[in-house]
Nanobody
Framework: QVQLVESGGGLVQAGGSLRLSCAAS????????MGWFRQAPGKEREFVAS????????YYANSVKGRFTVSRDNAKNTVYLQMNSLKPEDTAVYFC?????????????????WGQGTQVTVSS
């Protein structure tokens, strides 16, 4: 059964950087677009970024555009989220997700497999 496992979260000061990783099991990773979402306490889960199957097309929420970069290595079955210039409002649990076939959007229901999440805390 395919699983997604995130890592790389932690505590960082404002202005700092973190790189999240999401490792997928199984041999069909390159067949799917992937996305990153986040959920802050008391808030709904929101879209952060997505990347198409070959990594050539990426999409970002306005709140992270210019600061975050999504990438993937299909040989390693891994998708990454490089987060720079972090702000306290970036504090959340970050989830990676696999998109349904032919989807790459920003809506939660376009994704059918989720990781367990990794906590990112940005102190001011």
């Amino acid at each position: 059964q395919v699983q997604l496992v995130e890592s790389g979260g932690g505590l960082v000061q404002a202005g700092g950087s973190l790189r999240l990783s999401c490792a997928a099991s199984g041999r069909t990773f390159s067949n799917y677009a992937m996305g990153w979402f986040r959920q802050a306490p008391g808030k709904e889960r929101e879209f952060v970024a997505s990347i198409n199957r070959n990594g050539l097309n990426t999409y970002y929420a306005n709140s992270v555009k210019g600061r975050f970069t999504v990438s993937r290595d299909n040989a390693k079955n891994t998708v990454y989220l490089q987060m720079n210039s972090l702000k306290p409002e970036d504090t959340a649990v970050y989830f990676c997700a696999r998109a349904r076939p032919f989807y790459i959007g920003s809506n939660l229901d376009e994704y059918d497999l989720w990781g367990q999440g990794t906590q990112v805390t940005v102190s001011s």
